[in-house]
């Protein structure tokens, strides 16, 4: 069974970090580029930071230079480093398989002022 799993959501105050990962299991998801999208209530879900196989990233101009992604081929696992966090980061964080479009079920990330 192909699943995406997130964690490492929670509350933290602003200026504070995290780090999400997202476990991939019933597959490999190392020839794939991964995503890490997130969503607010009302909002469509917006790309936050993408990784390709070979390693390259682009990041959405909101979260350039505080938040990092990163990928573990053999743990099967993509990593989510956010750093300097906003309250306007607080959302729904998922993870995607962007080449079959798997997704994760999402983690809540909240930041409070």
């Known amino acids: 069974q192909v699943q995406l799993v997130e964690s490492g959501g929670g509350l933290v105050q602003a200026g504070g970090s995290l780090r999400l990962s997202c476990a991939a299991s019933g597959y490999s998801f190392r020839l794939n580029g991964m995503g890490w999208y997130r969503q607010t209530p009302g909002n469509e879900r917006e790309l936050v930071a993408a990784i390709a196989s070979g390693g390259s990233t682009n990041y959405a101009d909101s979260v350039k230079g505080r938040f990092a992604i990163s990928r573990d081929n053999a743990r099967n696992t993509v990593y989510l480093q956010m750093n300097s966090l906003k309250p306007e980061d607080t959302a729904v964080y998922y993870c995607?398989?962007?080449?079959?479009?798997?997704w994760g079920q999402g983690t809540q990330v909240t930041v409070s002022s």
């Open positions: 995607r398989d962007i080449r079959y479009n798997f």
